[in-house]
């Protein structure tokens, strides 16, 4: 039984396949088109997910999309009436729903192949349920309690409940215009973050502040246990709406922030230098969400009684709150899969046809995040045969210690290997990794490749069984989800990666998730005494290089090193 999952028309559109209930393939489209959170019909990345699975495209039995248009349907229709949206919004937001309606046509000319000979049965599955389906079914829980929270999807911007088995118990929600991703894009707006996806650069910037603003945003944000409000004054989409457009790719959001914003904080920085003020803006906005998250948590722990937690959503990405939810709420185990934001629901959704539609049973865990491409050994060694950069050849013992010793020697190491990450993360097998007790290195990586704002931190992969020797929690954090305190004894010896607060985004790795990673970071410890790297993306700003020309285009194009291309390995004279 072959289910295809697609998030379309939506930030981060993906597909993922399951055949029988194993997720087979997952992969997100702007890894193929190269436009940042690609936002069309994810035509490439079906077609790389039926190549996986060796599947002809007559061989789908259902295909389920994330949005489901006839949701809250009500709400919809009343929010039309009431709010009456500019023309133009409206008219996008009907174009849109017409296409998700058409996507078994789109589908078709996609692959193509004639509609008619595409027996695939069409599911439009709610957004929250494909969040929250993408990590319940996919956990290693039996049973657990899940909270999505995003911007929108389907006019809700949270769901919560519980997961029992292969069922969805839904408790609540938080409908149109209260949102608590609303809130966070709005005042990363008025920070002077414009882009689509920019949270996470004002969750760094939040750690250099003090949160003095809070009286304000929590006027901002209402809460009371489970739910929350906005103030209305402090946001134009419940005006002018929220909704996203995207011209050939990448999307955009219209401003979010209303006038009471500016009244009570100062006017918006737009292109204005990054002031004291901002960071404690940031401080405050960070604050405050995990005030509400955790107060959300605690009230869910008390309705649900468990003890495991299953986070979905764009705002489940928030790894500083995250990382509180052991101190500050019941919860003693955590569930979050690599892509929880939109990319993920295409994985929700092809779960929930399984058993929702087709009841059957779990089977299956998401334990790591290679479920996207890869291209071969002989592929490889071309890359590098036709950019004409010479590479030494190499059994993996020996990759792996001339591997650390380059790293521990100071250089910057690009490292690809194997199938691509799913999720924005990545997580060792397209990354760059260099020493992470070298200070400077922050400055090495954005100097010579990343360019990035010099407040946004990088951060570590520590072997999973060292973990509670460099952080003050130990529980595992194999997705780069969680943030924790570094032990203060281990900061001097691990500054790379630790944030000015003294945190760091870790990664955690047992050598079954990825034996060749585990064995360099091991390899790397023998050296150094250190079970830690520092890993960031391998790429400068574009998506993560997915093909191995993108990686040896990226090494030749910048100071990178070292590269290591599977069981090659390169290094610049
Ligand atoms: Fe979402």
Not at 23 to 30: G, I, K, P, Q, S
Not at 261 to 278: F, I, N, Q, V
Not at 464 to 491: C, N, Q
Not at 523 to 548: Q, W
Request: negative net charge.
């Amino acid at each position: 039984m072959n289910v295809l999952g697609i998030n379309a028309y939506h930030g981060d559109a993906s597909a993922a396949l399951t055949v029988d209930g194993q997720l087979v393939a997952a992969v997100e489209e702007e890894r193929f088109t190269r436009l940042k959170h690609d936002t069309s019909f994810p035509h490439r990345s079906i077609r790389y997910c039926l190549e996986t699975a060796g599947l002809r495209p007559e061989e789908i039995d259902h295909f389920a999309l994330s949005r489901n248009p006839r949701a809250n349907l009500g709400r919809r229709v009343i929010h039309a009436l009431k709010d009456r949206p500019g023309r133009q919004v409206a008219t996008k937001r009907a174009s849109n729903l017409r296409k998700i309606l058409r996507a078994k046509a789109t589908l078709a000319e996609g692959l193509g192949i004639v509609e008619s000979t595409l027996h695939a049965k069409p599911h439009f599955v709610e957004h929250h349920i494909a969040h929250i389906g993408s990590s319940f079914y996919v956990s290693p829980f039996e049973r657990a309690a899940v909270l999505s929270i995003d911007g929108f999807g389907d006019m809700v911007s949270a769901m919560w409940g519980l997961g029992e088995a292969h069922h969805l118990k839904i408790g609540g929600e938080v409908t149109f215009p209260h949102s608590l991703g609303v809130f966070y894009t709005a005042v990363t707006q008025y920070l002077g973050f414009p882009k689509y996806g920019d949270e996470y650069k004002v969750m760094g910037l939040a750690s250099y502040g003090e949160p003095e603003h809070l009286d304000v945003f929590r006027r901002i944000v209402r809460n009371d246990g489970l739910g929350y409000e906005l103030g209305l004054d402090y946001f134009r989409h419940h005006v002018e709406g929220a909704t996203m457009t995207w011209d050939g790719g990448s999307p955009e959001l219209p401003p979010l922030w209303g006038p009471a914003m500016e009244r009570d904080l100062g006017p918006a920085r737009g292109d204005g230098p990054l002031e004291p003020h901002h960071q404690n803006v940031a401080a405050s906005l960070q604050r405050r969400l995990e005030e509400v998250i955790l107060a959300m948590l605690r009230q869910l722990h008390e309705r649900t009684g468990l003890d495991d937690l299953c986070l979905a959503g764009g705002v489940a990405l928030n790894c500083v709150v995250n990382g509180k939810i052991f101190d500050e709420t019941p919860f003693r185990r955590v569930y979050i899969q690599p892509a929880a934001y939109d990319g993920g629901t295409s994985v929700g959704a092809a779960y929930h046809v399984w058993h929702q539609v087709l009841g059957r049973p779990r089977g299956f865990v998401m334990d790591h995040a290679y479920w996207g491409p890869e291209f071969g050994d002989a592929r490889m060694k071309q890359a590098l045969e036709d950019a004409g950069v010479a590479y030494a050849e190499l059994p993996e013992p020996e990759l792996l210690s001339r591997t650390a010793d380059a790293l521990a020697d100071g250089k910057v190491v690009g490292w690809y290997q194997g199938r691509m990450e799913f999720g924005p993360r990545a997580l060792g097998n397209r990354s760059i990794l260099t020493d992470p007790r070298r200070a400077e290195m922050k400055d090495i990586l954005n100097a010579r490749i990343k360019h990035r704002e010099p407040f946004r931190p990088f951060a570590p992969v520590v072997l999973e069984e060292a973990t509670g020797d460099y952080f003050t929690k130990d529980h595992p954090s194999p997705f780069m989800l969680m943030t924790y305190p570094v032990r203060p004894d281990k900061i001097d010896e691990i500054p790379a990666p630790t944030h000015v607060d003294g945190t760091g985004r870790l990664q955690t790795v047992r050598r079954d998730q990825n034996p060749r990673y585990y064995g360099l970071i091991h390899a790397f410890r023998e050296r150094t005494g250190v079970p830690v790297l520092l890993n960031t993306s391998f790429n400068e700003n574009e998506p993560i290089c997915c093909t191995p020309e993108e990686a040896v285009e990226t090494f030749r194009r910048t100071k990178m090193d070292v590269l290591v291309l599977g069981d090659r390995f390169v290094e610049k004279s």
